[in-house]
């Protein structure tokens, strides 16, 4: 049974930073790309980021270039979301799952992790 549990959200003030992690199990978390996406009420889930199996390569949807990094931890089954310079348009709940760009092999979904950016 695949399971998705995101942390590390929470409220901070526009310029601050965060650091999400997502523990996966249930299935072979080391050879599935792995993505982080977000939601805001009344609005599709959102693609934001993306990293391959062997940590090489990274995508990221524009927005958050060049604030957010993607890294992941095979040992622990686990992918981080590192997010500098946030800003209150970035506040959402954020998700985690496994798959390419674009793609969700599993229809299973955590709980999600709040972040709210606002003074």
């Known amino acids: 049974q695949v399971q998705l549990v995101e942390s590390g959200g929470g409220w901070v003030q526009p310029g601050g930073s965060l650091r999400l992690s997502c523990e996966a199990s249930?299935?072979?978390?080391?050879?599935?790309?792995m993505s982080w996406y977000r939601q805001v009420p009344g609005k599709e889930r959102e693609l934001i980021a993306n990293?391959?199996?062997?940590?090489?390569?990274?995508t990221y949807e524009n927005s958050v270039k060049g604030r957010f990094t993607i890294t992941r931890d095979n040992a622990k089954n686990t992918v981080y979301l590192q997010m500098n310079s946030l800003e209150p348009e970035d506040t959402a709940v954020y998700f985690c799952?496994?798959?390419?760009?674009?793609?969700?092999?599993?229809?299973?979904w955590g709980q999600g992790t709040q972040v709210t950016v606002s003074s």
């Open positions: 799952n496994a798959g390419r760009w674009g793609t969700v092999p599993f229809e299973s």
């Open positions: 990293i391959n199996t062997i940590s090489t390569r990274s």
């Open positions: 249930g299935f072979a978390f080391s050879t599935f790309f």
